[in-house]
């Protein structure tokens, strides 16, 4: 089973991540530019396995670089909530 196959794996998945990297020491910058990467590269290359993901690739797709910044803060933050 991928930890892309279910929405609540892949949160968790995320947070245990987001987690390493603080500890390793990387900056919140740093952290938002990797999000952003990271979903560029779900949007464009990986099949949506759920209806969540399906929605965050069409709202990746539709919006400007700024607003897919935005998107990828805002997952940061919906996986630091826990």
Do not use: P
Request: proline share 0%.
């Amino acid at each position: 089973m991928s930890v892309l196959d279910n929405f609540e794996t892949w949160k968790d998945f995320l947070s245990n991540r987001l987690e390493q990297a603080k500890q390793e020491g990387m900056t919140q910058d740093t952290i938002s530019n990797m999000a952003y990467e990271i979903g560029d590269y779900l949007a464009s290359s990986v099949d949506a396995k759920n209806d969540e993901q399906a929605m965050l690739r069409e709202l990746w797709n539709a919006a400007s670089r700024e607003e897919q910044e935005s998107i990828a803060n805002a997952m940061i933050k919906l996986v630091q909530k826990g």
